[in-house]
C-alpha cells in the first residue's frame, strides 16, 4: 500500500520518540558509565550471578522446547481427539502473569504441603525447592510455553505439504519428520526457544516472588533501593548485550516468516493416525495444561476461600481493577493503531535494505527487560519540561506502548503480508488514500487488529517489573496491588485478586472472538 511521504515521517517520527528514544538513550548512559568504570565493569560475584541468570534462562527454554514442540505437533498433525480444543488451551498461560504461576506453585510445593510430602516420601525424604533457579526455570517454561507452541503451530502450517508428499514415496513417515518437515520448521522451532530465552532472562517478578537472586533483581536493587543510578547504569550493560544478540538472533531466523498463524486451516496436511498411542498423548496433554493453567487456577480458587472474599476484594480494590483494565485497553489501543502505522511503512517500503534495517529497529525495544526499559523510560520523561506526562497515567500507557510495540508490528506485518496486491489493486480503481484504507485493508486485517489487541491488553493488564518503576504517586495498577498483598501476607486477598485480574482479561476474548471467528484469513 502506497503511503506519502509525510506519513512515513509522521509515523517513524512517533515511534521514534515514544518506542526507541528509551533504549537508544539507556544504552548511552550505559555505556557512559562502563566507561568510567573501566574494567572493573563487575564483580566477580555479579559475573557469576549473570551467569546464573543465563542457565536458569536456558533451563526454562529447553524445557518450553520439550513441552511445547509435541504439544503442538499433536495438535497440529494428528488425529488427537479434540485438537482444536487443546491448541486453544495451549494459549491459556498467557491469562495467567508470570509471577502468579510463580506464587501459585511456591504454594504446591510449599513444605507440609500435600505434593510437598508426597515428594519428600518418593525420595527419600529429599523435596525439590522452587525457591531455586531450576524451580524458576519451570515456572517461567510453563508461563511462556504459548511463544514456542505459537511459533511449531506457524512452522508446520508454513510446510509445503507437497514436499512432505513427495519424501514420503520413498521414506518411512517418522523419517519424512526427521529429514524434511524438521529441517524446514528448526528456524521456528530456534526461534520460540529463543522467545522464551529472552523472556525469562528479562524476568524480574518471578525471581521476586520465589526470593530469588538473579541479575534483574540486583539491578533493581541498585537503582530502587540503593538509589545508585550509575551501579545499576552500569549493571544493565551486560544484560543488554546478551538481549541485543538474542533479538538479532530471533530476526535472522523468522526473516520473511510470521511467528504467529492467523488462519484456521490446516493447510490440507494429512493427519497422523495415532491409534493406541492416542491414549499417551491426550496424558502428555493433560499433564501439560494441568500443570501450566489447572493447577495455578486450582491453588488460587482453595486460597481465595469464600465467595466473600471475592466481593471483599472487589470493594477494597475496585477503584484499582477498573483503573488498571482502563490503562490496559487504552496501552492497547494505542500500542494497535501505532503499530499498524509501522506496518504498513515496512510493506510500502518493499525489500530494500531501507525496510530490512526499519524492521530490525522496529524490535529493538524488545531486547530491553522491563526493569531496563523502565530506567530508559525514567531518563527519557523524567524531566521538567515532560512532568506532565511523568506525573500520570500516561507514563504507564508510554511505558506498556514501548514494551508491547514490538510484538504488535510483527503480528500486523505478517497479517499484511496475506492481502493480495491484486485487491488493493482493483480497490485502487474505486478509491484510494484514507478511504482505502478504511474501507479495504483494515477488514482484511480484522483478524490480525483482533489478535494485536488481544495480546497487547493481556500483556499490558498483568505487566509487574515496568509498573513497579513508573507507576506515578497516587496510582496503582492491579498487578502493583497484588504484589504489596503479597508482601504483607494476605493469602485470601492475594488469590482472589489474581482470580479477578483472570477473569478481567476474558472479557475482551469473549467481545473480540466472535471478529476472529468471522474473518476469514488466509494461513500465515
Not at 496475506?418 to 480497490?427: D, I, K, R, T, Y
Amino acid at each position: 500500500m502506497h503511503l506519502p511521504g509525510w506519513a512515513h515521517a509522521a509515523i517513524w517520527l512517533v515511534f521514534g520518540a515514544l518506542v526507541l528514544l528509551p533504549p537508544v538513550w539507556l544504552a548511552v548512559d550505559a555505556l557512559g558509565a562502563g566507561s568510567a568504570q573501566g574494567v572493573e565493569l563487575l564483580t566477580g560475584d555479579q559475573w557469576r550471578l549473570f551467569g546464573r541468570s543465563l542457565s536458569m534462562a536456558a533451563g526454562a527454554a529447553s524445557l518450553a522446547l520439550v513441552l511445547g514442540v509435541p504439544y503442538a505437533l499433536l495438535c497440529e498433525r494428528t488425529d488427537l481427539p479434540g485438537r482444536s480444543l487443546w491448541m486453544l488451551a495451549g494459549l491459556l498461560p498467557l491469562l495467567i502473569p508470570a509471577f502468579v504461576h510463580a506464587l501459585t506453585w511456591a504454594r504446591v510445593l510449599a513444605p507440609n504441603r500435600p505434593v510437598a510430602t508426597w515428594l519428600q516420601a518418593q525420595l527419600g525424604g529429599w523435596a525439590p525447592s522452587i525457591h531455586s533457579p531450576a524451580g524458576a526455570a519451570l515456572v517461567l517454561a510453563l508461563a511462556h510455553l504459548p511463544f514456542v507452541i505459537l511459533l511449531a503451530q506457524a512452522g508446520l502450517r508454513s510446510v509445503d505439504r507437497t514436499l512432505e508428499e513427495a519424501a514420503a514415496l520413498r521414506l518411512a513417515p517418522r523419517m519424512v519428520w526427521w529429514r524434511v518437515t524438521l529441517p524446514l520448521i528448526l528456524p521456528y522451532l530456534l526461534a520460540g526457544g529463543l522467545f522464551v530465552l529472552v523472556f525469562a532472562l528479562a524476568d524480574f517478578a518471578v525471581a521476586d516472588t520465589l526470593r530469588l537472586r538473579v541479575y534483574p533483581v540486583e539491578v533493581f536493587i541498585e537503582l530502587s533501593a540503593l538509589f545508585d543510578e550509575a551501579a545499576a547504569l552500569r549493571l544493565s550493560l551486560p544484560l543488554l548485550a546478551v538481549m541485543l544478540l538474542l533479538v538479532g538472533l530471533i530476526g535472522w531466523l523468522l526473516r520473511g516468516r510470521a511467528f504467529v498463524s492467523l488462519g484456521g486451516g490446516r493447510a490440507g496436511h494429512e493427519l497422523l493416525a495415532l491409534g493406541r498411542r492416542r491414549w499417551a498423548a491426550l496424558a502428555f496433554c493433560a499433564l501439560v495444561i494441568g500443570a501450566a493453567v489447572l493447577l495455578p487456577l486450582g491453588v488460587l480458587l482453595l486460597d481465595a476461600g469464600a465467595p466473600t472474599n471475592y466481593w471483599q476484594a472487589l470493594q477494597v480494590s475496585a477503584e484499582t481493577i477498573l483503573t488498571g483494565i482502563a490503562l490496559a485497553v487504552a496501552a492497547a489501543l494505542s500500542t494497535t493503531a501505532l503499530a499498524l502505522g509501522v506496518a504498513l511503512s515496512l510493506r510500502a517500503l518493499g525489500g530494500g535494505p531501507a525496510r530490512v534495517g526499519l524492521d530490525l529497529l522496529s524490535q529493538l525495544p524488545f531486547a530491553l527487560a522491563p526493569i531496563l526499559l523502565g530506567i530508559g523510560l525514567i531518563k527519557v520523561w523524567n524531566h521538567p519540561a515532560t512532568l506532565w506526562l511523568y506525573g500520570s497515567a500516561g507514563m504507564l500507557i508510554v511505558g506498556y506502548l514501548a514494551r508491547l510495540a514490538p510484538f504488535a508490528v510483527r503480528i500486523l506485518d505478517a497479517a499484511l503480508a496475506q492481502v493480495a496486491e491484486s485487491q488493493l489493486e482493483a480497490a485502487r480503481l474505486a478509491m484510494g488514500g484514507w478511504r482505502l484504507l478504511w474501507w479495504v485493508v483494515l477488514p482484511l486485517l480484522r483478524r490480525g487488529l483482533a489478535a494485536t489487541l488481544l495480546l497487547c491488553f493481556v500483556l499490558a493488564l498483568g505487566e509487574l517489573g515496568l509498573a513497579l518503576l513508573i507507576t506515578p504517586p497516587g496510582l496503582i495498577p492491579i498487578p502493583i496491588e497484588i504484589y504489596n498483598y503479597l508482601h504483607y501476607g494476605a493469602e485470601e486477598r492475594v488469590a482472589a485478586l489474581c482470580l479477578i485480574l483472570i477473569a478481567a482479561q476474558l472479557g475482551p476474548i469473549a467481545l473480540l472472538y466472535p471478529l476472529w471467528q468471522r474473518s476469514a484469513a488466509p494461513t500465515l
